[in-house]
């Protein structure tokens, strides 16, 4: 296993990623832990990270000595080669200015760690990387022993070795996918230089999570607040799989959820996985609360405090009435999350983690958290699901709002407005999921990120047989996004938009017109309210 010493870098669980993707397990700690520790962590190879964009205010943080005492192979990534220099008879130049961005680094002689890995040559045969640098501090003398790696013009040492001892310093970033062969450098360090051996799968990343989980809880209990989205259902499936009854799942139907949702999930949970479940049918008391309620942002509060309390008086009966001691929240929190959370971003960024992740709500209920998947990214966190016997077609859903469909019903929410947006929706849905495209042979579903139907509280006219209808409108919206921050909206074929239409309109009684979002965000936003 690889140690991965964590200096402070927002970017450090990419390179915990990245090993991953080469199938060797490895493990991140603070950069302060103990010479003891890392001794008995007895790592085939160490990597030591970045660090945040102040260094130059903390460029005392060092590597416990054991890092160079271990006689393993060492990696120092951007600020984990500058400690590096230092701390064996180098020097840096700190410096409070920083460059950021895309560098080309001539790859200077023969390393082990570079030799063969290049992106292009240059007339003179130098091989050349084209990476993803911040640099600004930088190491300006080679320690003793080692040679000089890589360089660019305003960095003239990007990366140094010392070969015999096995210790390597490159000042770009070989995580962060804008470096393109930085994959192809860190499964080179663990595997060729620190000899991992690469047999790693999710699979073992389940035992492992498993033998923590049961590790942490003891013989105490667990609650976690499942809603059906990816993240609360993998940390579920993941957590029964450790400590199976001790673990209680609340799963509060708030009435606007998508059809059969709340169904599917206590089959899924309660029925096949034989996982206690609790559900709260809360749909009249939150339908109540948000009536005469048209500002979205009200709707949201509304929604997520209701969600907050429903979820603590249920948490404190089971509290109650459990016969072991209940001490644990349970929480999907996966790692963009924690990088999120560091700043409130946007005004939906107390939301956005949906209700479930509320600040505050372990102390105020008197329990620790229990956060599984903290350390792995989306990808990882489907792949985990399936490997855990989810199935796919739950782990690999678009995502849906905290406050469901009281954001897509424009305005007050009613129930009847939202029975005949359920139905357009899972219309919508079905089609998408059963039409491909030729071009790539997938689902619409799985070429669009989100997807879904908005009710607009307003009627317009029809025709339908002899007679004239006054009914609803509901618009389709799909969007292509990588990141959910810009998005375009999807150019789904026509005949797929006619159908769906055709199908809203012929069995969904009450909505006679079906419109398409063309708007991209920016401008507008994915949902509509
Ligand atoms: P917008 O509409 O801002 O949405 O372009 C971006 C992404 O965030 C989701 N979203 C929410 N998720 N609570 C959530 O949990 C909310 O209040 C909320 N509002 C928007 C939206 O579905 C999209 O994926």
Redesign the pocket.
């Known amino acids: 296993k690889i140690l991965i010493l964590d200096f402070g870098s927002q970017v450090t669980q990419l390179i915990a990623r990245r090993v991953r993707e080469a199938h060797v397990y490895c493990e991140i700690h603070p950069n302060d832990v103990s010479d003891d520790f890392i001794r008995s962590f007895a790592p085939k190879g160490i990597i030591l990270s970045g660090s945040h964009a102040s260094t130059y205010e903390d460029h005392e943080l060092r590597a416990p000595q054991a890092v160079w005492d271990l006689g393993v192979p060492v990696l120092g990534i951007c600020y984990g080669m500058q400690t590096m220099a230092v701390q064996l008879g180098g020097k840096v130049e700190w410096s409070d200015h920083r460059e950021f961005g895309y560098a080309e680094v001539r790859a200077r002689g023969h390393t082990k760690l570079l030799n063969g890995i290049e992106d292009f040559r240059t007339a003179d045969g130098y091989g050349m990387l084209q990476v993803w640098m911040s640099h600004g501090d930088k190491v300006t003398e080679l320690p003793p022993g080692f040679k000089l790696m890589a360089s660019t013009p305003s960095c003239p040492i990007a990366g140094m070795a010392d070969e015999t001892r096995g210790y390597y310093g490159v000042q770009f970033h070989p995580e962060v996918t804008h470096t393109v062969q930085g994959k192809a450098l860190l499964t080179r360090f663990v595997r060729d230089i620190c000899g991992a051996a690469g047999d790693w799968v999710m699979g073992d990343y389940i035992e492992e999570a498993v033998a923590r989980i049961r590790e942490q809880v003891g013989d105490e209990e667990v609650i976690l607040g499942l809603s059906g989205g990816v993240d609360s259902s993998v940390a579920a499936a993941l957590i029964h799989r450790a400590i199976g009854d001790q673990l209680t799942c609340v799963f509060v139907d708030h009435g606007l959820l998508r059809l059969n949702e709340g169904d599917m999930v206590m089959d899924m949970f309660a029925g096949k996985l034989h996982a206690r479940v609790v559900r709260v049918d809360a749909s009249e008391l939150f339908l109540g609360k948000l009536a005469g309620v048209s500002d979205p942002e009200a709707k ?1 509060k509304i929604i997520g405090g209701l969600f907050v309390d429903v979820f603590k008086a249920e948490a404190a009966k089971i509290k109650e009435t459990h016969a072991r001691h209940v001490a644990w929240l349970a929480q999907g929190t996966i790692y963009p999350d924690v990088i999120e959370s560091g700043g409130a971003k946007s005004k ?1 960024a107390v ?4 209700h479930h992740n509320v600040g505050g709500l372990p102390e105020q209920l008197g329990l620790k958290l229990l956060e599984p998947l903290r350390e792995l990214f989306k990808d990882e966190v489907r792949e985990l699901g399936v490997a855990l016997g989810l199935p796919p077609e739950m782990v690999y859903r678009h ?1 849906f ?3 469901g469909l009281g ?1 897509r019903i424009l305005g007050e929410v009613k129930k009847d407005y939202a029975d005949l947006l359920r139905r357009a929706d899972a219309i919508f849905i079905e089609e998408l999921r059963n039409t491909k495209d030729e071009a790539t042979g997938k689902s619409w579903y799985d070429l669009t990120s ?1 997807a879904f139907a908005v009710f607009l509280p307003v009627k317009s006219v029809g025709v339908m047989g002899d007679g004239r209808t006054y009914d609803y409108v509901v618009a389709l919206r799909a969007v292509q996004t990588s990141d ?1 921050m810009t ?1 375009d909206w999807a150019e789904l074929p026509y005949s797929l938009l006619k159908r769906v239409s055709g199908r809203i309109i012929n069995e969904v009684r009450g909505i006679n017109r079906v419109t398409y979002d063309v708007s991209s ?1 920016p401008p507008a ?3 509509w309210e």
């Open positions: 949201r939906k939301t956005i983690k949906s995502p709002p905290g406050p954001v989100q959910f998005a965000k936003t994915i949902e």
